[in-house]
């Protein structure tokens, strides 16, 4: 989607995880920007800024320099989210709920007051009131691991598909969850990068049947 001599912004796909995972079968993202940096001869190892779920779409951003990777952790990046979720949601709101791992799972995490602070806000797109399903847009003010989809469970609006948090396999078989839009201040031209990418096939195909 984006590309200059410092960083690139791809659209990731569903079932890819950002950097290799314990399955070793998987191929991850990070293998394939590197496979891509080595084809461009390249003398640089990506760096991933900021990683997606497996099964979350969108736009991931990557520093082709470690100092530049550096930089970034000191900037603020605007991240902005589409999500699919179940029920009529308010017109626009601010979920602040901090969240912890749960004590018998390494991968589900829940609300609880001891937990990381977390902050989402959100802001309904559109209802559809045959199917009653909204469409959501949500930016992160901070990155916990499955932020969005905990907070929207704790709402009462778990996202399509996602079984792990009490979403619906019936219209989705994965978190209807797609990185939409990413903004920055370029770390070395101070150029404003806003870089958005459309829905993917399986959760536009949802909203227009």
């Avoid at 990506?46 to 779920?53: C, K, N, W």
């Avoid at 399509?160 to 770390?187: N, T, V």
């Amino acid at each position: 989607m984006y590309e200059d001599e410092y960083l690139l912004i791809v659209n990731k796909e569903i079932n890819l995880p950002s950097i290799p995972s314990r399955n070793e079968e998987d191929e991850s993202l990070l293998e394939r920007v590197n496979y891509y940096f080595k084809e461009q001869k390249y003398t640089t190892i990506p760096h991933i800024v900021t990683r997606l779920d497996k099964n979350t779409s969108g736009l991931v951003l990557i520093a082709k320099h470690r100092h530049i990777h550096a930089l970034f952790s000191k900037m603020k990046i605007n991240k902005f989210y589409l999500a699919l979720v179940l029920g009529k949601v308010e017109k626009h709101g601010v979920i602040e709920a901090n969240i912890k791992r749960q004590k018998k799972s390494i991968i589900t995490r829940e609300v609880a007051e001891d937990g990381e602070y977390a902050k989402t806000s959100f802001e309904l797109m559109k209802y559809y009131n045959k199917k009653n399903i909204s469409l959501v847009k949500l930016q992160l003010f901070t990155g916990r691991t499955h932020q969005i989809r905990v907070h929207m469970k704790y709402i009462g609006h778990s996202l399509l598909g996602d079984e792990l948090y009490g979403g619906s396999l019936q219209l989705i078989k994965r978190q209807a969850l797609h990185c939409r839009q990413l903004q920055f201040e370029h770390p070395i031209t101070e150029n404003k990068i806003d870089i958005t990418c459309p829905l993917p096939n399986d959760m536009e195909k949802i909203i227009i049947k």
